[in-house]
């Protein structure tokens, strides 16, 4: 049931000829449904867990998991965007008694960063989920090669590195006593007993480390992110790096830097967060680095603020806001709780990933108070007022959604006709050459204007490559995967009957070693 994709170039094909797009419970998985009626019982597949992206060091073991579900079930393939998926490389496990896909890759080296992605796939439809693989050079085969080549030594042979993945090997070692080490290691030929302790502490921690969450926003001023690990040695040393230096954290206070520990769940947060904060956070236990996650604060802003809202009991309130550019996630608080999807709220993104909605539902008066809305370091805040039901006749009983409109801040003569204008332009971009590309601008105008985009004059309104979207006078266009092609100026025309307005801006697509120098540039004194 697992296959591998050769090529970049290759990728699944439709058995039918209709596509219809459809929703994902999961952010970031498309899904594309091949048949107009799906035969009863049968299911398009879908992930109930999605790849995470990794940044890691050279010569660790990158692994990307995936759970996907579908009837009848799916077949899973991996793609990467630069480069083959080759079996002397890469390693495709699945695990059938949690159900987890795993593709694994044994002493990952910089070529293999890249964009990857995860299809699953059935006769009725498949889904497409991508992650991105980041790999810190560290120098230390530069730096053993330079070593060998004084003293004329080899400390691992090339015949042993290439048991270095053999899973017999190290199997053998975490179940055997340590006496009998040293015969194992003469079975296998290995002779350099300080890298194979090495590399032993290393598989055993691999093997207790699983449910890695990556680092998230969780209110206006404090981050997180949490792994699950049993430590053999109850005395383990755990440390935390950001771009590579020490930092302190503690155990029992609230201070700038925390841990939380329950059980085998460890917590690590960032509270009175600015900008300063961003980086490359790892995890080292016992001298051995075990985490990484990458902590970016995107520049983005509200548009559209959510506003009071005022409703009777048993009603469902709606809480809606526009941010300056697409954002897969945003936090909603309530009386400074994290709130999640669920029987009371419901948390809805729109195709563009720029209107964000929560909804209360079955408002009672418990439920009244301050409402917030946070997007990096920029937040907003409104009340839910819950009046009571005053009529005997509906009391006690659930009432339709009271729904209010989303509207962009008034300005002058707002409800008279105005030519058209732009209250946000378009903004010069630079962007890697494969990755995804967003542009918006905000256009305000009575009657509301009719929008085009241009590149280099020439209309894109029709073209399929570029995704764009008008919601509420927030324009928007996606390029899925920027090429050399996708390069020069972009133009956006308002035109109403009163008028006509444009803005450009110049999109610079960078190559590929310019992308992977700002991955790395990103990570501060790593390099």
Known sequence: MFKIRKSKDEEPTAPGQGKIKKRSRVPGVMITQYVEHLPGGMTTPDFNRKPIALTIQEGKLAIFRAIVVGKPAPTVRWLRNDGEIDEERYKTVYDASSGEHQLQMPDVSVDQADTYKCYAENEYGKAVVTATLNVIEVGYKKNRAMQESRTGTQSVPKEVEKREIDDRFWELLMSIDKKDYESVCAEYGVTDFRWMLKKLNEKKLEREICNLKPIELKSIDSAEFELEMSLRDPMSKIFLYKDGVMIPFDCDTEVKHGLKQVGRKFVFSINGLNAEDAGLYQVEVDGVKIFSTDFKLPPIDFLVKIQDVTAEEREDAVFDCVLSQPLKKITWMGKNITLEQGDKYDIL???????????????????????????????????????????????????????????????????????????????????????????????????????????????????????????????????????????????????????????????????????VRSIFSSSGSLL
């Not at 409402?371 to 339709?400: F, H, M, Q």
């Not at 959604?401 to 732009?422: D, I, M, Q, V």
């Not at 209309?459 to 266009?477: F, K, P």
């Open 349 to 515: 993104v729109s195709e563009d990933m720029l209107i964000h909605t929560l909804v209360v539902k079955d408002c009672m008066p418990l439920d009244k108070g301050i409402y917030a809305a946070v997007a990096g370091l920029k937040s907003c805040s409104a009340w839910l007022i819950v009046e009571a039901d005053n009529d005997p006749n509906s009391r006690g009983k659930k009432k339709t959604r009271k729904t209010f409109s989303l509207t962009l801040p008034a300005s002058k003569g707002c409800s008279f006709e105005t030519p058209p204008s732009f209250s946000v332009p378009l903004k010069l971009r630079n962007s890697p050459e494969s990755y995804e590309c967003y542009m918006s601008c905000a256009v305000t105008g009575n009657p509301r204007p009719h929008v085009t985009w241009y590149r280099n004059n020439i209309s894109l309104n029709t073209n399929t490559n570029y995704y764009i979207t008008n919601t509420c006078g927030v324009c928007s266009m996606v390029i899925l995967k920027v090429g050399a092609k996708d390069s020069g100026e972009y133009t956006v025309v308002a035109e109403n009957p009163l008028g006509r307005v444009e803005c450009s801006t110049k999109l610079v697509v960078k190559g590929k070693n310019a992308a």
